[in-house]
């Protein structure tokens, strides 16, 4: 069975400086991991994807994460958070040969002027 | 064009009515979703489609029940709705076919009220 803990339900960093968001994940398989953001009243979008290839991966909008196996995790991270990267982002894990992917709670980002 | 879309966007409604939510992708995706976010917008999967066939299908009330008449369309019907059922709505596709690490194309999501 796969799952995945985001740890922050709330992260607020100031303008300019870095974004961390953390995501622990369980499965009993080699998982796909992706991280997805969702802005305010709109759909979800996907930032970026681990599929086993290389374990850092880098996303659109200067968004990277890294897959770390021995720590079963997958943060999210940016230099330099703007003011447009306020959203909820999702943690999501798939195991292989499964259709269901499994996402996690959500870590709203706030940023400050 | 839109690649996943969704109608209605918005949909307000009485307890007790029959509604429903129709999808369509232009992707060629062979697999489709319907997931529900409730007010603390945790993304629940309720029922997935593969060329047609239902292949997940979660604990949810029979009142839901989703129609696939092609691997392009995936519509959610709900019966007799209830407060409870409010949330939004979002359909989502993907190309599965067996392999895995392909991330979900979202549609924006219908924002269901019943009063």
């Known amino acids: 069975a796969q799952s995945v803990t985001q740890l922050d339900s709330h992260v607020s960093v100031s303008e300019g400086t870095p974004v961390l968001l953390r995501c622990n994940y369980s499965s009993s398989y080699s998982p796909s991991l992706f991280w997805y953001v969702q802005h305010p009243n709109k759909g979800l979008q996907l930032l970026l994807k681990y599929t086993s290839a290389a374990t850092l991966v880098k996303g659109i909008n200067g968004f990277e994460a890294e897959f770390k196996k021995s720590e079963t995790s997958f943060h999210l991270t940016k230099p330099s958070a703007h003011m447009s990267d306020a959203a909820e982002y999702f943690c999501v894990v798939s195991g292989a040969g499964t259709y269901k992917y499994i996402f996690g709670t959500g870590t709203r980002l706030k940023v400050l002027a | 064009d839109t690649a996943v879309s969704q109608t209605p966007k918005y949909l307000v409604t009485q307890m007790g009515n029959d509604k429903s939510i129709k999808c369509e992708q232009n992707?060629?995706?062979?697999?489709m979703y319907w997931y529900k976010q409730d007010s603390k917008k945790f993304l629940k999967i309720m029922f997935s489609?593969?060329?047609?066939?239902?292949?997940i299908n979660e604990t949810v009330p029979n009142r839901f029940s989703p129609k696939s008449p092609d691997k392009a369309h995936l519509n959610l019907h709900i019966n007799s709705l209830e407060l409870g059922d409010s949330a939004v709505y979002f359909c989502a596709s993907s190309q599965a076919s067996g392999q895995k690490g392909y991330g979900y194309t979202f549609g924006s999501g219908t924002r269901l009220t019943v009063v």
């Open positions: 489609y593969n060329n047609k066939e239902l292949i």
């Open positions: 992707l060629g995706h062979d697999t």
